[in-house]
């Protein structure tokens, strides 16, 4: 099984794009889907080797919570970039709806479909409630869905023993994915020889460990024969260290909405954000977004490197709340020519 870094193969790393489709102040969904099209072309042209979009839920700055549309949305006015989740969250949905879904993405666009799964909710608990219905799922029965799940996608799957079986789906060579940002499918991932995706976007100082702990309890599988793993970083990158500091005061703003329970779309820079925050939520904030690398292209490269080097990463997976598409647009292609 190929999970594919063809299209950085002049570059020292893959890079890949994650993607929440961020719904701004003053915009629309439309907007909002639009742009992210927009971006997946010009990150084909640029060289990113994934596209993947992420599911979240009851979030008025998140498009993408119908994620798997989105992704067929995306792949379809793409060529050859790599399209996937990151993630799915496995707990919201039964598994034979995600082999289903993924099997039908896959037959449409072949070799391009990566299923990235994770066990959080992607949103607050009465949220996740409303999405599971029924299916109590909390999360805890991961390792289990993932098992089902795996099972309808074999060739004349497990799961025909049962009398169910996912068409489209059984048979297909799609890429599974392990998302995680503590070490719970860090080590889930080593033992069952997957690649595995850390969220070092919100979760920085889990991430070495976290790597670490993957890299240690790999076993060699079908599908690797040694250990793969990617790393999600915010990047925000401008032409000045000046202009990129400001434009990062819209994910740090998105941010504080979070801490503050008031979430919003994704608002436009500001000058100061010592006139926005106090200086505990400015701590919290900080926190979380610690690993974010900010700058210029000179800065964006020395801090980046050291970024890779740090994690042992076979590939970055980068973020980028901007508001201004443009500004976003630019700061994937600065980051991209950092690497050719």
């Known amino acids: 099984m190929s999970i594919g870094n063809e299209h950085m193969q002049h570059s020292s790393i893959p890079l890949s794009v994650l993607d929440v489709s961020p719904i701004i102040e003053g915009g629309t969904v439309a907007n909002s889907l639009h742009n992210t099209l927009d971006l997946a072309r010009h990150a084909e042209q640029w060289g990113y080797n994934r596209f993947w979009l992420a599911e979240h839920h009851n979030s008025p700055s998140i ?11 995306v792949a379809a006015g793409t060529s050859t970039i790599r399209v996937g989740a990151g993630g799915i969250m496995l707990p919201n949905h039964a ?78 060579d799609i890429p599974i994915w392990l998302l995680g940002s503590s070490d719970f499918s860090a080590n889930l991932a080593g033992q069952l020889g ?3 995706a850390f969220a070092g ?40 260290d000046e202009e990129a500091i400001r434009l990062s005061t819209s994910m740090q703003q998105l941010f504080l909405s979070f801490v503050r329970n008031r979430p919003g779309p994704l608002k436009p820079p500001v000058d100061n954000m010592d006139e926005v925050w106090s200086e505990q939520e400015k701590a919290a904030i900080q926190q979380q977004l610690g690993s974010s690398i900010i700058g210029s292209p000179d800065t964006v490269k020395r801090k980046l490197d050291a970024f890779i080097a740090a994690t042992g990463a076979d590939e970055i997976m980068i973020a980028a709340h901007i508001y201004d598409h443009q500004a976003r647009l630019r700061s994937y292609e600065i980051v991209s020519s950092l690497y050719q």
């Open 63 to 73: 498009a993408s919570s119908a994620t798997s549309v989105v992704i067929g949305h």
């Open 95 to 172: 598994p034979l709806v995600i082999a289903e879904q993924f099997g039908t993405l896959e037959a449409l666009f072949p070799g391009r479909i990566d299923l990235g799964l994770g066990r959080a909710p992607g949103t607050d608990q009465l949220t996740a409630a409303a999405l599971r219905g029924g299916r109590r799922s909390n999360g805890l029965d991961f390792p289990d869905q993932l098992e089902e799940l795996r099972a309808f996608l074999e060739p004349g799957g497990s799961a025909v023993n049962r009398g169910v079986r996912a068409i489209p789906g059984e048979g297909q």
């Open 194 to 196: 997957l690649p595995f």
């Open 201 to 240: 976007h919100f979760s920085p100082g889990f991430t070495v460990p976290a790597m670490n702990l993957y890299r240690s309890s790999f076993q060699p599988s079908e599908v690797l024969e040694k250990p793969h793993g990617m790393v999600a970083v915010n990047v925000i990158a401008a032409d000045t």
